[in-house]
Every structure is written in C-alpha cells, then in structure tokens.
C-alpha cells in the first residue's frame, strides 16, 4: 500500500535554530502534499498546501517566512521551521493524496508518521 | 467559512455500540472521511463517504446526509484497542478549484473492560 515516509520522528532543538522535516512518498507520486500541525489532544490543523513545482499555499495565519515549504520533486516535500521557538514546540504531520482502490476511486489523505517537534 | 463539530469525549463499554456523531458547515463539499488516530501516532483512515447513505466496512460504518450536514461513524463490537481519538474530516473544493482536507476536533474514545 502507499506509504509517506516522515523524518524526523523526534527532534529537538535551541531556540533560534531551523528544524528541516522531509515527507517522502515512497511508491507513487504525489504532486500535492498536505502539511498539519496538532496541538496535544487537539485536531489537526491544516497549515499549508505544497504543490510540486510551484509555490505553497498558505491557510490564514500561518507565516509563509516561519514555515518554509518546498515541493521540489514528485516524491518529497520539505517543511523548514526557521527560527524556531518555544511556542513552534508541535506535532507536525505531512500527508499525500492516494486515490482508493475500488469502486469509489476517491482521493484519500495517507498520512506520514508525524514529526515532533520540541523547542528548548 | 467552514465549520466541523464533534463531540469532544465518549465512554463506552467492551463489546458495546457508539456512535460518534459529525456536523459539518463547508461552502464546496466533496466528500466525509473518518480517521482513527491513536496517542503519538498519525491518523489512520477508516472510511469515506460522499453520497447520502450507510457505508460498512466490518465492525465499522459511515453515514451520510449531505441535506443535514451531518455524519456518524458506528462502531460495533467495541475491543479495547478501539480506545483513539476518531477525527471527522471534510473534503472542501476551493473556489479556484483546489481540494483541502479539513478536519473536525476529534472525539476521544474511551472504551472501558
């Protein structure tokens, strides 16, 4: 079955440093991935939609400069926390679209393991 | 603008029946999905829905109305490893004809021996 390969799983980090996170399809090509941040025992928060080879679209409230995404291959897509801080301190989860076998072909979201992100 | 309700907490016993309930507000629906999330881990899809109706996948199933914005997840025959958070999500088409996947809050599923 598809899997999105998420790295890393734990990381963390001094206050003021960037954090890279890598999402990788593994067996087929997503063109759009999903990036989410979770609050502990809160949902998932859509932060930005990667598009390979174009520029990212940002939800509302999310800073383009903080939360830097590149889609630069069919495979992967980058999330970069830049100058980080204690408040950035997340879960952060990447997802990609995998259309369902079957009847019903829809697109459905296949999720990487999530990142973790601690911010001292 | 758009708007996913959940509960925020359920208990019930091994063996039983819940029903976890979904109320939806989008501008350009396009499909309900469910998800299973465990603590720490990435959520795990369970079922999709897009027309009206009851689908069943094993001891889970899915309902829809799009009519009432409003959806359920039943799970049967509940076992202890059911206990997760299950997240309602919203398939929404922008209006440059991109999708986003929005998700609900989450209901915290407590499944008690």
């Known amino acids: 079955g598809a899997v999105v390969s998420q790295h890393p799983s734990w990381v963390i980090c001094k206050s003021g440093t960037s954090v890279k996170i890598e999402c990788r399809s593994l067996?087929?090509?997503?063109?759009?991935m999903f990036w989410y941040r979770q609050f502990p025992k809160q949902s998932l928060m859509l932060m930005a939609t990667?598009?390979?080879?174009?520029?990212?679209?940002?939800e509302q409230g999310v800073e383009k400069d903080k939360f830097l995404i590149n889609h630069a291959s069919l495979t992967l897509s980058t999330l970069t926390v830049t100058s980080a801080h204690p408040e950035d301190s997340s879960f952060y989860i990447c997802?990609?679209?995998?259309?369902?076998?079957?009847?019903?072909?829809?697109?459905?979201?296949?999720f990487g393991a999530g990142s973790r992100l601690t911010v001292l | 603008g758009q708007n996913i309700d959940q509960p925020t907490e359920m208990t019930a016993t091994e063996g039983a029946i819940v029903q976890i309930n979904c109320t939806y507000q989008?501008?350009?629906?396009?499909?309900l999905f469910w998800y299973q999330q465990h603590a720490g881990e990435a959520p795990t899809f369970l079922s999709y829905?897009?027309?009206?109706g009851l689908e069943e996948k094993g001891r889970f199933s899915s309902f829809l109305s799009r009519s009432k914005g409003y959806s359920y997840l039943l799970l049967k025959e509940l076992q202890m490893k059911d206990s997760a958070s299950y997240l309602c999500a919203v398939r929404d088409q922008t209006t440059s004809g991109t999708y986003k996947y929005i998700f609900g809050t989450g209901t915290r599923l407590k499944v008690l021996a």
């Open positions: 829905n897009v027309l009206d």
């Open positions: 997802s990609a679209r995998m259309r369902l076998a079957g009847g019903s072909g829809a697109n459905v979201l296949t």
């Open positions: 989008t501008s350009g629906f396009n499909g």
């Open positions: 990667s598009n390979e080879g174009s520029k990212a679209t940002y």
């Open positions: 067996d087929f090509q997503a063109t759009t």
